[in-house]
């Protein structure tokens, strides 16, 4: 059993920034494909971006160029710094983790290939 707990989210304004946070329990053989989703009440839950067990990542068209996927090994932590945020952006945003080997890892995974999910941090951003 892996536990997730995103920490990070809150109100900007658009144009500024926020860096979420997602503590794990343990760095296992089940957070090998990490990744960041979002959802609103009007939207399916979308994926954002993955990082693999390489730390290679792979992003949304949307937010290309703009977040930041990453994590810290030593303190089990991922992270998503995200930059130049405008009002599409608002979502919760919610950390999960699967086994999913690292040629696979992409934020178009279905759900069901991660197995674990954080109970997800709101981010509200005003134009």
């Known amino acids: 059993q892996v536990q997730l707990v995103e920490s990070g989210g809150g109100s900007v304004q658009a144009g500024g920034s926020l860096r979420l946070s997602c503590l794990a329990s343990?760095?296992?053989?089940?957070?090998?494909?990490m990744g960041w989703f979002r959802q609103t009440p009007e939207k399916e839950r979308e994926g954002v971006a993955t990082?693999?067990?390489?730390?290679?990542?792979t992003y949304a068209d949307s937010v290309k160029g703009r977040f930041t996927i990453s994590r810290d090994h030593e303190k089990n932590t991922l992270y998503l710094q995200m930059n130049s945020l405008n009002a599409d952006d608002t979502a919760m945003y919610y950390c999960?983790?699967?086994?999913?080997?690292?040629?696979?890892?992409?934020?178009?995974?279905?759900?069901?290939?991660?197995?674990?999910w954080g109970q997800g941090t709101q981010v509200t951003v005003s134009s």
């Open positions: 343990a760095w296992t053989s089940n957070t090998r494909c």
């Open positions: 990082i693999n067990s390489f730390d290679e990542t």
């Open positions: 999960a983790a699967g086994a999913t080997p690292w040629t696979n890892c992409a934020p178009t995974l279905p759900q069901t290939a991660f197995d674990y």
